[in-house]
């Protein structure tokens, strides 16, 4: 007797090679008594408790806790309460000074302890992951644990370094984080390891569908003695996590999750100076060109999309295949997942385990569903999945068209929908065509390529030829819809920090009360002479000076009430044209910074020629002394030099991480900024703000001083005979409040810097939450002329964002 081997040649049955051929995998369970016993003995009442000031304390109310695989109650747990958040959130105010207080060495062994923690208990918690999320032991084991041990080690480097490396700083102080069930313990490491180095205390609310690591975790920090109220544990649902954010007595708040939750946090957040971080959804592009090796691609395809059940934020699930080698790929990937092992999640053969919970389970098969009933046309595997429990099968759609609800919308499942394209172009106006920015993959050996792409794509993580590959040391975060901020690295540090300031607030210019009656009537002209050449400053849009669409102009007059001047009265139609004009200018980002540092230092060399005139403005206005005006447009000029001085020397870095390639740390221009201006200093406050934005590649759309624009609108006239491009600098007068509404709410603005009223960064904070655009909003105001507030890295590192792109190399 022999079998075939499916080329041609007969093989005899009893040879190795058919014995190999016919293997079945058996089951390999991992055991998991230990686990579910101390589950059983941690909680003696019946229910796990919160972790407060070092305490277990018992909640009147629990839940139950589901295992996936099963359906099964696994275990019950506390329901927070305001009451429970409220004496989470005192805890870790009463351990901060004590927690700061320790010097950077100290914060370091404390983190060592808990990465050693972690690694001595890695296969627990391995297992109670698995039992709690649904997720195949082969990840927790080999991928999630690991990670959290390497975040902690990683982190205790950065808080011993803290003093060299981040001079000038200070730890926001009590964080509240909110994290979600895909990765428990995994995005619990991510966000409490560097908020505990930089010196923060912690408040943590666990997703109420995988809180068990968690607790395992608060265990752990108890066993080896961390500080109480250090860190704190509050389980429970939405409500909870609400409590944490609306909380007055929290400094800043990280969450991971969705991005309708993520909007529902800025608008609660609006006003309040927390600080924020987003780390949201995502439809990562899984890009394929048709050089690329295809066994390669249809693995990197299965780690993409299949990790985890697809309940990834970046997940690669859409694939976007050069339209030559579709069909090829097609059928390579469709005999891969009919091989795809899914079952009980402590199996080590099984490839995907269940998904977390039923109502998800729904989501997923109504979405696929939805998908067939708009023409695309679903595969799946000829097997079945198991019965008991929430398991759903890997699922291919191809014939999806590009405005198809499962192209757009985050199935957060094992579900990976294609599309075609023929030329890069194409194939980057795809990846782009979603509201969100989390991850993209490139697969490509023509390397010029990849490279030539990785950088056009809207998305803070780029692999080529790999794909979820993560570490520590390099930053994880996303554009657009996908939130802001970033995890790991230095980056990822620098959210959990503040910058010191060296003064504090710059009132308004005040002058004595003089003869205003005696003031205005020298000004007058002659009896019979002629009256002055109407000179009416317009607004500034897309390099062209141009009228308001209101007609109106608003009267500019000094403190003592003397007008001085009019401007243009800006609208919402003016704020369009302006930012259609800033995207118009995109060009600007592709220049070198060393172009952009000539025009900066050309900028400074013609506001140089004309400083008596423009001293003689501001004086005019704010009824300073002239020294005080010549002061204000020489440190004008200053920040100009110092901002091309930065253009060019503004780099990323080259992240060491634990694989045979490299991370590019890349710092990108955000794109159109919004720029509302502060009042005092109406010269220096613009050029502070702008300048850093345009060296750095992005285009602005700027509302200057209310109460001064005259100091604005004499700077376009510089701006225009300095080559500025025509819609990098926009310039719009008249109400700030009103103008920077009409920017927060406007899709095509990407971030938004306000300088004015709390009730004005309330209002921008609120709108922002709309696409999720980064705002930054000050209104306790600074000290412009020092340069220690005025300029320097705090406004160059809010002027980019960072995208890492990973380049594996070697055979």
């Known amino acids: 007797m022999t079998t075939s081997t499916g080329a041609g040649a007969a093989t005899p049955a009893g040879s190795v090679r058919a014995l190999y051929d016919s293997m079945s995998y058996g089951p390999a369970p991992e055991g998991d008594a230990p686990v579910r016993e101390w589950i059983r003995t941690s909680a003696p009442s019946g229910a796990f408790g919160h972790y407060i000031g070092g305490q277990w304390v018992q909640a009147t109310e629990q839940f139950d806790v589901h295992e996936p695989a099963t359906g099964k109650p696994l275990a019950r747990v506390a329901q927070g309460s305001i009451a429970d958040v409220n004496a989470a959130v005192a805890a870790a105010r009463a351990a901060l000074p004590a927690w700061q207080a320790l010097d950077d060495h100290g914060r370091a062994r404390w983190l060592y302890a808990i990465a050693r923690g972690i690694q001595k208990h890695a296969r627990h918690f391995a297992v109670l992951e698995s039992l709690d999320n649904g997720k195949p032991i082969r990840e927790t084991r080999d991928i999630d644990i690991p990670l959290v041990a390497r975040h902690f080690y990683h982190h205790a480097g950065w ?114 100076g927390k600080g924020l971080s987003l780390e949201l959804g995502g439809k990562s592009p899984f890009i394929v060109f048709e050089d690329a090796d295809l066994d390669s691609v249809v693995e990197g395809v299965v780690d993409a999309i299949w990790f985890n059940q697809g309940q990834v934020c970046c997940a690669g699930s859409r694939l976007l295949v050069q339209e030559g080698i579709a069909d090829r790929l ?169 910058l010191e300031r060296a003064h504090h607030g710059a009132p308004l210019p005040v002058i004595e009360g003089g003869d205003t009656d005696a003031e205005a009537e020298s000004d007058m002209t002659a009896s019979g002479a002629l009256p002055t050449i109407d000179r009416t400053p317009k607004l500034f849009i897309g390099g062209k000076q141009a009228r308001p669409d209101s007609g109106y102009t608003r009267t500019v007059r000094s403190l003592n009430g003397h007008a001085v001047g009019e ?91 634990p694989l045979r390639g490299v991370a590019l740390a890349m710092h990108e221009p955000i794109g159109v900024v919004g720029v509302a201006c502060p009042d005092p200093y109406p010269l220096l406050g613009l050029v502070s703000l702008v300048a850093p934005l345009i060296a750095t590649g992005n285009r602005v759309v700027a509302v200057p001083s209310a109460r001064f624009p005259l100091a604005a609108t004499d700077f376009y006239s510089v701006l225009e005979t300095s080559d500025v491009p025509g819609g990098v600098v926009n310039l719009v007068t008249g109400d700030r409040d009103t103008l920077s509404r009409t920017l927060a709410d406007h899709d095509d603005v990407d971030a ?41 890295r705090e406004f160059l590192r809010r002027a980019v964002q960072v995208k890492n792109i990973w380049i594996p190399y070697g055979e």
């Open 159 to 272: 808080a011993q370094l803290l003093s060299s490396e981040f001079p000038g700083t200070h730890a926001y102080g009590v964080v509240g984080q909110v994290i979600p069930w895909n990765f428990p313990l995994l995005m619990l490491a991510w966000k409490v390891a560097p908020a505990l180095a930089a010196g923060n205390t912690v408040v943590l609310k666990p997703a109420e569908f995988t809180p068990l690591t968690a607790l395992r975790f608060a265990e752990l920090v108890h066993e080896i003695g961390l500080p109480p109220g250090v860190f704190n544990l509050v389980t429970g649902d939405g409500s909870t996590g609400a409590a944490l954010v609306d909380h007055e007595g929290v400094d800043k708040i990280a969450f991971t999750g969705s991005t309708d939750v993520g909007r529902v946090i800025r608008k609660a957040t609006a006003g309040s």
């Open 752 to 792: 938004l810097w306000y300088f004015g009223s709390r009730a004005g960064a309330t209002t921008v904070e609120r709108a922002s939450a709309a696409n999720i655009k980064r705002t930054w909003t000050e209104w306790v105001g600074r000290e412009w002329l020092d340069p220690r507030s005025g300029e320097g």
């Open 567 to 657: 401007v243009g009265d800006g609208n919402r139609k003016d704020i369009r044209n302006a930012v259609e004009a800033a995207h118009a200018a995109s060009g600007w980002a592709k220049l070198t910074g060393h172009q952009r540092a000539q025009i900066l230092y050309y900028i400074a060399e013609n506001l140089s020629a004309r400083s008596e005139e423009f001293a003689a403005r501001i004086v005019a206005m704010t009824g300073d002394d002239r020294a005080a005006g010549d002061a204000e447009v020489a440190a004008s000029i200053s920040r100009l030099f110092t901002y091309a001085a930065w253009a060019d020397k503004h780099d990323g870095a080259v992240h060491d991480v």
């Open 330 to 498: 097609y059928d390579k990937l469709r005999d891969r997942m009919e091989r795809l092992r899914v079952g009980a999640p402590l199996d080590k053969s099984i490839d995907m385990g269940a998904i977390v919970a039923p109502v998800q389970l729904d989501r997923i098969r109504s979405l696929c569903a939805q998908g067939v009933e708009e023409g695309a046309t679903c595969w799946q595997p000829s097997w079945g999945v198991p019965a008991e429990g929430a398991f759903h099968p890997p699922t291919l759609f191809t014939n999806v068209a590009p405005s198809a609800t499962i192209a757009q919308v985050e199935i957060f499942g094992p579900v990976l929908v294609s599309m075609t394209f023929r030329t890069p172009e194409e194939a980057v106006a795809l990846a782009n065509n979603t509201p969100f920015g989390l991850a993209a993959s490139v697969w490509s050996e023509n390397i010029n390529l990849a490279l030539d792409v990785a950088p056009k794509i809207k998305a803070g993580v780029v692999w080529i030829n790999s794909t979820n590959l993560f570490d520590a040391a390099a930053g994880f975060g996303g554009y657009r819809e996908s939130g802001f901020g970033r995890e790991g690295g230095r980056e990822g540090l620098w959210e959990y920090l503040k």
